[in-house]
């Protein structure tokens, strides 16, 4: 968990968002090995590139990971924070939450924020597994809220077809790109 924090801790430095803590937790199930906290909002601009922070938003109508697409390395934790709304990040590992397929590496550890819903709160998951992991809201998947992180390089079950409940970039395009914003994706 030390360690969590120090990836984290460097992460906010990083992009410039040092914030203080709210002092506040949520919970997750445990099955997923990262550890959800509650932090103030940071300033992070969703698809910029910029940090391994993906922004899970309501917009209107609209469910969205910000960006839809992110590529790390092996090795580096991704925060999942909530913009607004009500939402988890969970990985398509057939019987995890309501996924009925595998969509991450063989050997990959699964990971599930469960439903989140304070505006701040962030759930932090560690990548080890290279591959292509694609992950979905629980609340939401059925409406299309759905994303992909491709960790190293192209990998697994997820390569060549998208998940069952929406649509999100070619693996080789995350590559490319480092990161694809919901906003080009979607627009």
């Not at 906010?12 to 909002?41: F, K």
């Not at 080890?128 to 759905?146: A, N, Q, R, S, W």
């Amino acid at each position: 968990m030390e360690r969590r924090q120090i990836l984290k801790t460097a992460g906010i430095l990083a992009t410039g968002g040092v914030t203080g803590l709210a002092g506040c937790s949520s919970s997750g199930n445990g099955d997923g090995g990262g550890e959800p906290t509650t932090t103030e909002p940071q300033e992070t601009a969703g698809g910029s590139g910029d940090s391994n922070t993906v922004m899970m938003v309501t917009e209107g109508s609209e469910y969205y990971f910000d960006p839809i697409g992110l590529f790390i390395e092996s090795g580096e934790t991704v925060t999942f924070e909530i913009q607004s709304g009500s939402h988890s990040a969970t990985a398509y590992k057939e019987g995890t939450s309501s996924a009925s397929v595998t969509r991450i590496p063989e050997s990959a550890e699964t990971f599930n924020s469960e439903t989140l819903s304070e505006q701040g709160a962030t759930y932090e998951h560690t990548f080890e597994t290279t591959g292509t992991y694609d992950y979905f809201c629980i609340p939401h998947k059925t409406l299309g809220m759905v994303g992909r992180i491709v960790v190293g390089e192209p990998g697994g079950p997820a390569e060549g077809s998208m998940p069952p409940d929406g649509d999100v970039p070619e693996s080789q395009t995350i590559v490319d790109q480092g990161s694809v914003s919901y906003s080009s994706f979607s627009g």
